[in-house]
């Protein structure tokens, strides 16, 4: 068996068959934790150090309420898969699967052709960065990247930035920028925004136990909202509020979501307004849930404010004379469908057609690690850390009905 991804997801899932005697692989392209080692140099989590858990291990520091760099969310992984033995085979990249004819799948990698007689997936929630299409006509030589390819303020020129997207990613990325100087511009597209803390508990901690974090694909308006930007937070100094009104009154430049370029002009929507309406609208959701929640519990009911006025005037229109870069922070979509030969084997947005982890189209083919497997949590450590168990009794099940069938057939 072969679990393609040396991430969390697939060091849980590692760790739950070491257990139950099943023989893997876990095959990863980099190093272990290689998508946290790719993030950028101060990057930490947005959820709080008591969040970080996997099957059989969870965090015993001593800041439960902080928010783990970069570096140390790599140190616990590693330390994670040590502990157990976890097979990984670091530096083997998998060019592509196919159906092997004999049954099982051929792996092409770096190392040679591999058999796997079953097949997990775990190489990220999502594995292709989004750009609109109106990137197409920014000039040429405008440096342009994705928000995963950002390392500091000072890899870039020493001008303006223009930042597309204000989701987690986006709104970090323009802090720390402005807070470096530059002067940053930032695109803005529809996420959810909410305090760092309401009341005297973390944001997570509400989202955890209003039982947010625990909705399924099937509570959702649409199969599309699954794409929906995650709620804007950060866990920088210590954590704190950051949303576009924070952004603003930073001194960051908040214009509409990005249409195009004209020249050297570029040009967004008059859309602003109306997405902080949005916006709002989704933080009074979460803030009623929050109180229903707490009522249930019997905890005092938090003080929660409302939105301030956002005052409209922004422009539609910008000279990238002064501009040094582009960051494209729009996002990421599930790229499966790129490197696989079973288009039926994924839903119209590429997303995994199967039950808690296990293909309902390819025998044999497993998922973790992936947004809404099971519940909204399902890409995070917390949601692993459930997944991981349910996923391989999954393929002890199928293992065991595969060997009765063959003695039923001896």
Request: hydrophobic share 40%; aromatic share 8%.
């Amino acid at each position: 068996m072969v679990i393609v991804g040396g991430g969390q997801a697939g060091l849980g899932l590692s760790h739950e068959l070491s257990g139950a005697g099943i023989e893997h692989a876990v095959l990863e392209r980099g190093r272990v934790g290689q998508t946290w080692r790719n993030r950028w140099d101060t990057f930490c989590l947005v959820t709080p150090n008591w969040t970080v858990q996997l099957p059989g291990t969870a965090y015993d520091g001593v800041d439960p309420d902080g928010f783990m760099p970069r570096d140390e969310i790599v140190d616990f992984l590693a330390r994670y898969a040590e502990s157990f033995g976890a097979p990984v085979r670091e530096g083997v990249e998998v060019r592509s699967i196919e159906s092997d004819p004999a049954g099982g799948f051929q792996l092409a990698t770096t190392a040679g052709t591999i058999h796997a007689v079953s097949l997990v997936l775990a190489n990220g929630a999502f594995q292709r960065p989004h750009r609109p299409a109106g990137a197409a006509g920014l000039p040429a030589d405008l440096l342009q990247i994705d928000v995963e390819d950002y390392r500091n303020a000072d890899s870039l020129p020493a001008r303006g930035v223009l930042v597309v997207g204000s989701g987690q990613s986006g709104c970090q990325v323009a802090e720390e920028l402005h807070e470096a100087g530059r002067d940053v511009v930032l695109a803005c597209g529809r996420a959810a925004w909410a305090p760092r803390r309401i009341g005297d508990r973390d944001l997570v901690w509400w989202l955890v136990e209003s039982g947010f974090l625990d909705a399924s694909v099937a509570s959702l308006p649409s199969p599309a909202a699954r794409l929906g930007a995650n709620i804007t937070a950060t866990g920088h100094g210590g954590g704190h509020d950051l949303h576009l009104r924070t952004l603003r009154a930073q001194g960051v430049t908040l214009v509409g979501h990005f249409l195009g370029a004209s020249g050297d002009t570029a040009r967004f929507a008059p859309d602003l307004v109306e997405t902080v309406a949005w916006a709002d609208d989704r933080y009074r959701e979460l803030m009623d849930l929050f109180r229903k929640t707490s009522a249930a519990r019997g905890l005092p009911t938090p003080e929660i404010q409302d939105p301030e006025l956002f005052a409209p005037g922004t422009p539609e229109g910008l000279s990238l004379a002064n501009f040094g870069a582009v960051i494209f922070a729009g996002g990421f979509r599930p790229a499966y469908r790129d490197w696989l030969p079973w288009p039926e084997a994924f839903d119209d947005l590429g997303f995994p057609v199967q039950q808690d982890g296990a293909s309902s189209v390819i025998d044999g083919l497993y998922f973790i690690g992936v947004h809404f497997l099971r519940k909204r949590k399902s890409s995070l450590l917390l949601g692993v850390v459930e997944d991981a168990p349910v996923v391989a009794r999954a393929i002890i099940e199928r293992r065991a009905a595969a060997a009765d069938r063959g003695s039923s057939s001896v």
